[in-house]
């Protein structure tokens, strides 16, 4: 009887994880989403999921609209399984709506024969929602669309400064080349001028918050502007000119988990002369200790790699890359250092530090 039992609880263990990660990751083949006139399926190239993956994907209108579902409202990691075989180099780019909003373009890499992915965070509410990938004016699509991930919730975002709050005068403007989302806010030079931030964090804590800018207006003066946290702080940050230019400055911010407010103001004796593209969080240091039974690592990214600090652990420990497929891509083994570690595509990694005994997990995001 207890032999039995035993079964039945290791059984129940065994659905109950494997629930756990269908919800955490939900898989949307293409040829079962909405497709606009012209879009057919198609076995090739060799390699796809499912029965095959969407083609004539290139004229304007072209749209391929998918329904998924999700339990809580939240930022998602979304993922596009592509290929991008029609006989070109050149980039791709198509629009993205998430529940008829948004209107954002997204960019992807040729990938001659082979398929890949292309991340996004997406706020997604809860409940059915609709993500359509649509080839609006100014796109070029070319792409083979073979299925659409859905992952886990993610509270490590980036917010487009076309989405933020906009004092008066402030517009965006697709210029200069290589902004994120649609373009980068400009006319951020008068006194009073300010964009705020909106931004829902779980955890609270510090976070490094990593302003996307350009300084393209043709002076090469220091710039400078001030910050308020949830209305509080008015501390001034500088900004080094570059020409037309993208650069992200990185700023220690505490935040509160739940909703927060970031504002960045021209104020008496700033001198803005910027572009805002967007902010991007990164969890430095939680308030409450992480879920962890090794002392003194510290986890970060930097310079889009990932950082593991163990110069205050004892005794070797391996570090384990985990990707959002459950697929291990790096381990590696350290004496007590600091441990820099490439990973080869951007997404959301979970580190995984095995000392003796004791273990150390914690979520990363790579931009």
Same mark, same amino acid.
């Given at each position: 009887?207890?032999?039995?039992?035993?079964?039945?609880?290791?059984?129940?263990?065994?659905?109950?994880?494997?629930?756990?990660?269908?919800?955490?990751?939900?898989?949307?083949?293409?040829?079962?989403?909405?497709?606009?006139?012209?879009?057919?399926?198609?076995?090739?190239?060799?390699?796809?999921?499912?029965?095959?993956?969407?083609?004539?994907?290139?004229?304007?209108?072209?749209?391929?609209?998918? &329904?998924?579902?999700? /339990?809580?409202?939240?930022?998602? %990691?979304?993922? #596009?399984?592509?290929? @991008?075989?029609? !006989?070109?180099? *050149?980039?791709?780019?198509?629009?993205?709506?998430?529940?008829?909003?948004?209107?954002?373009?997204?960019?992807?890499?040729?990938?001659?024969?082979?398929?890949?992915?292309?991340?996004?965070?997406?706020?997604?509410?809860?409940?059915?929602?609709?993500?359509?990938?649509?080839?609006?004016?100014?796109?070029?699509?070319?792409?083979?669309?073979?299925?659409?991930?859905?992952?886990?919730?993610?509270?490590? &975002?980036?917010?487009? /400064?076309?989405?933020?709050?906009? %004092?008066?005068? #402030?517009?965006?403007? @697709?210029?200069? !080349?290589?902004? *994120?989302?649609?373009?980068?806010?400009?006319?951020f030079d008068a006194e009073g001028s300010a964009i705020t931030f909106a931004v829902n964090v779980e955890t609270a804590g510090v976070y490094s918050v990593y302003l996307g800018y350009a300084a393209p207006d043709w002076t090469t003066s220091p710039r400078q502007l001030s910050i308020d946290v949830n209305g509080t702080g008015n501390f001034k940050t500088n900004f080094t000119p570059m020409d037309a230019n993208y650069a992200e400055k990185v700023e220690s911010l505490t935040l509160n988990a739940g909703d927060n407010t970031i504002a960045y103001t021209a104020k008496a004796g700033d001198n803005?002369?910027?572009?805002?593209?967007?902010?991007?969080?990164?969890?430095?240091?939680?308030?409450?200790?992480?879920?962890?039974?090794?002392?003194?690592?510290?986890?970060?990214?930097?310079?889009?790699?990932?950082?593991?600090?163990?110069?205050?652990?004892?005794?070797?420990?391996?570090?384990?890359?985990?990707?959002?497929?459950?697929?291990?891509?790096?381990?590696?083994?350290?004496?007590?250092?600091?441990?820099?570690?490439?990973?080869?595509?951007?997404?959301?990694?979970?580190?995984?530090?095995?000392?003796?005994?004791?273990?150390?997990?914690?979520?990363?995001?790579?931009?």
């Amino acid at each position: 009887m207890k032999t039995i039992s035993t079964t039945l609880k290791m059984c129940f263990a065994a659905l109950f994880l494997f629930a756990s990660l269908v919800m955490q990751a939900q898989k949307y083949e293409a040829e079962d989403a909405t497709l606009s006139a012209g879009l057919v399926n198609e076995a090739y190239p060799d390699g796809f999921s499912g029965t095959g993956a969407v083609k004539n994907y290139n004229g304007e209108g072209g749209a391929i609209t998918f &329904s998924v579902t999700v /339990a809580t409202a939240g930022v998602y %990691s979304v993922n #596009l399984g592509y290929a @991008a075989v029609d !006989y070109t180099t *050149s980039e791709r780019r198509i629009s993205i709506d998430v529940n008829g909003a948004g209107n954002f373009q997204t960019k992807f890499s040729p990938v001659d024969a082979n398929y890949a992915e292309k991340e996004e965070l997406l706020t997604l509410t809860a409940g059915v929602n609709t993500i359509a990938y649509t080839v609006k004016a100014g796109d070029n699509g070319w792409l083979r669309i073979d299925y659409l991930r859905v992952g886990a919730k993610t509270y490590l &975002s980036k917010y487009e /400064a076309e989405y933020a709050t906009l %004092s008066a005068g #402030l517009i965006n403007d @697709a210029w200069p !080349y290589g902004f *994120s989302g649609t373009g980068a806010v400009k006319n951020f030079d008068a006194e009073g001028s300010a964009i705020t931030f909106a931004v829902n964090v779980e955890t609270a804590g510090v976070y490094s918050v990593y302003l996307g800018y350009a300084a393209p207006d043709w002076t090469t003066s220091p710039r400078q502007l001030s910050i308020d946290v949830n209305g509080t702080g008015n501390f001034k940050t500088n900004f080094t000119p570059m020409d037309a230019n993208y650069a992200e400055k990185v700023e220690s911010l505490t935040l509160n988990a739940g909703d927060n407010t970031i504002a960045y103001t021209a104020k008496a004796g700033d001198n803005a002369y910027l572009r805002i593209d967007y902010i991007r969080l990164v969890l430095e240091t939680p308030t409450k200790a992480p879920s962890s039974t090794i002392e003194g690592v510290k986890v970060y990214t930097q310079a889009g790699q990932i950082v593991a600090d163990l110069s205050a652990v004892n005794g070797s420990s391996v570090v384990s890359i985990i990707d959002a497929k459950g697929a291990v891509v790096k381990s590696v083994n350290n004496d007590n250092g600091l441990v820099s570690i490439s990973v080869a595509n951007q997404g959301i990694y979970l580190v995984r530090i095995q000392n003796g005994a004791k273990n150390f997990t914690q979520k990363v995001v790579i931009f």
